[in-house]
């Protein structure tokens, strides 16, 4: 029995449709997985100055706490001589964000160090749209307030 063989430009064909049907997808943040934004926090502070007070504080009660509780996040303390404490967070994407803890008490710290977690290391920017959109709307924004006349209800008896 004959076997019957496809033409070598369609069997190019079907190739290309299958290759294109099956596409592997780009890694995404929350497709299969969250990629935490911080990287890494580093405590920098000094081991005579009073400023240093509150961090050291805040180093030896809560600190091993918080690495536990945030595995994914490398912590490193370093000391810095003869300067003020600072709490310096590096991201993903190769930002860097750097907070001055000098005033701080050792009750404010924990605040400083989670909304250094907790940002995602792009620079702020003010946006002055209010609705982003890759297609903005030709007619604008809708608003039932525009037009008056098709919202009102009236009663079909006392109009006659």
Known sequence: MASFRFPKVLNDLVRAQQDQLIKPTAPKNGVGAFVFPCRK???NYCERSGSSKSM??????????????NPQI???VQPRPSR????????????QKTK???RCSADEIPEVVKSLRDHSG???????????SDTPSVRGIYSPFHVKD???ITDQKTKN
């Open 100 to 102: 001055c803890v000098r």
């Open 56 to 69: 050291m504080e805040y180093l030896q009660t809560e600190a091993m706490k918080f690495a536990k509780e």
């Open 150 to 152: 098709v919202h009102e």
């Open 74 to 76: 490398e912590i490193v």
């Open 122 to 132: 792009h620079k702020l920017r003010r946006w002055n749209r209010y609705v982003i």
């Open 84 to 95: 003020h404490p600072i709490v310096r967070a590096l991201y993903a994407n190769g930002q």
């Open 41 to 43: 926090l580093v405590f």
